[in-house]
């Protein structure tokens, strides 16, 4: 029943000073969990099987807080409740935004203000914070402003409290339920608990946290930090915010007078493989400057006059990495702390160098050609068939429509004003050709190619106009358009031409 803190600085093996512990600890405990962050947590199960080897990997379990939360529901018959997805979070909210608009003064049921109450609730979720707490500061705050802004705030947590209790179980809330619910089962019970990569921790997490200590064995923390003194200069310590983390850890063992044990300080590195990686990590930053003495062979510094000429001289560097020193696209990586001013000129530089790249950014979710093509859908339906959101949707190349015929077909509804309901019958406009007969013909397959699966869509659509009836139209709708096919075959035709171009 005690804490131990695994502390020493970046690449000092505190994560593998722990997966060693438990192979060697594996065939003796009852059970033992390592609990990392969500993103690290496929890292570390890959790791476990590593250095576990030969070892069955019974009782020995990685875990991140959120999953062990759910296994508690389970145990303790509360998973019956409905999950509230952050979609079903941002439907509720604009609700309550549109129903209270009168008692608002301050937010109304705009996207950005749905977002603002999203983050809002969150955050005073994870520090534990009430509608009550709110209404007691906001006695203390003079700024009418802020009051008026806190004053919607509160009414809209409130309503939102009221909406979801008993019938919904929200994701930030799992962490208050596993602290809540933990003693009612025998996950923890004298078990050994790693908590592994984490930067910080919530007041809810300390919450987990203190139970774990109750329940447990053991419980083991890893600290990225080069010592445990908490009274230091911020300004001049980068471990400043660690150290924050371990005196609110301190705090929590002296006022639940939990046993701490005493801590292991890691001090070798073996991260760097270079003697001049391993001096930069330990003296970048010390205010009192420390000069390297050996020659430095494996850091190079080139000044650019712009970021393109630094780029282009990257891409120099690798297209003589893979001819003269043999190696692979896939071993070189390129680092940037901004990654946005970058990319363009990365995409434009090595495909002039002929060097394929993957580059690691969030894309906007409208970026994607499905979510573009659901989207000129329904603008095509919402806006009656006006002539720029048909050939929008045209445009996004899912129709068996050639693109020739496509803008022959644009250039004939521009001049003679088709749009709207003059989609929904024959074309009988002339045009100033022979073979004029043929080519209205042609227009008017084309139109009822186009727009009969649309006019279809639209009327299941009308007939019930329900989220779930019109999930399935579009699902339907896209099944019959084949667009898994198409979006196949488009990728295979990327593919050939990439391959075409970086094989000559």
């Known amino acids: 029943m005690g804490l131990r803190i695994i502390y020493g600085k970046p690449g000092s093996g505190k994560s593998e000073y722990c997966f060693q512990e438990i192979a060697n600890q594996i065939t003796k405990e009852k059970k033992i969990y390592m609990i990392t962050p969500e993103q690290f947590s496929f890292t570390a199960e890959t790791k ?37 997805t952050k979609q079903g979070k941002a439907m509720l909210l604009y609700s309550i935004l549109n129903q209270y608009k009168k008692e608002l003064k301050f937010l109304g049921k705009t996207e950005e203000n749905i977002d603002l109450c999203m983050n809002a609730i969150t955050e005073f979720k994870k520090h534990g914070i009430s509608v009550e707490n709110l209404e007691e500061e906001i006695e203390k705050v003079e700024d009418t402003y802020l009051k008026t802004k806190l004053k919607d705030m509160i009414l809209i947590y409130e309503k939102f409290q009221e909406q ?40 809810q997490e300390y919450e987990v946290i203190a139970k774990f200590i109750k329940l447990a064995k053991q419980v083991n923390i890893t600290i990225c930090t080069n010592d445990l003194n908490i009274n230091t200069n911020p300004d001049l310590d980068i471990y400043y915010s660690n150290k924050t983390t371990i005196a609110k850890i301190w705090n929590l063992v002296n006022e639940n007078e939990f046993l701490l044990e005493s801590p292991v300080h890691l001090s070798k590195s073996y991260r760097f493989k270079t003697e001049e990686l391993q001096h930069l990590s330990e003296n970048i930053n010390n205010p ?85 093509f659901i989207l000129a859908i329904l603008e095509v339906i919402n806006k009656n068939f006006t002539t720029e959101t048909v050939f929008n949707y045209l445009k996004l190349g899912f129709s068996a429509i050639e693109p020739d015929e496509i803008f022959e077909l644009e250039n004939y509804c521009n ?90």
């Open 48 to 84: 476990l099987m590593k250095t576990v080897k030969n070892h069955a990997v019974i009782n020995a379990e990685v875990l991140t807080l959120s999953r062990m939360a759910h296994r508690i529901l389970n145990d303790v018959g509360k998973s019956c409740k409905t999950h509230l």
């Open 415 to 504: 001049k003679w004003g088709i749009k709207q309901n003059k989609w929904k019958k024959d074309f009988s406009y002339e045009i100033e050709k022979e073979d004029k007969k043929q080519k209205i013909e042609r227009y008017n397959e084309l139109r009822k190619q186009i727009v009969e699966p649309l006019l279809e869509l639209k009327e299941k659509i009308n007939q019930n106009k329900t989220v779930e009836n019109i999930t399935k139209c579009f699902y339907e709708f896209l099944q019959e358009q084949k667009l898994e096919e198409k979006i196949a075959e488009k990728i295979r035709r990327t593919r050939k031409k990439c391959y075409a171009r970086f094989s000559k």
């Open 288 to 372: 009192q400057s420390t000069k390297y003495e050996k020659n430095v062979e494996n850091i190079e510094l080139f000044l650019a006059q712009n970021p393109y000429s630094e780029i282009e001289n990257i891409a120099k560097r690798i297209k003589n990495l893979i001819k003269n020193e043999k190696r692979r696209y896939k071993d070189i990586a390129i680092i940037t702390k901004n990654i946005q001013e970058y990319a363009s000129l990365v995409r434009a530089i090595f495909s002039k160098y002929k060097i394929p790249v993957f580059i690691d950014e969030k894309r906007d979710v409208a970026q994607n050609i499905i979510i573009q």
């Open 164 to 203: 979801i209790e008993g019938k919904y179980i929200e994701e930030v809330d799992l962490l208050t339920i596993l602290a809540d619910q933990i003693e009612k089962t025998d996950l923890i019970q004298d078990s050994i608990v790693y908590l592994d990569e984490f930067a910080g921790f919530t007041k």
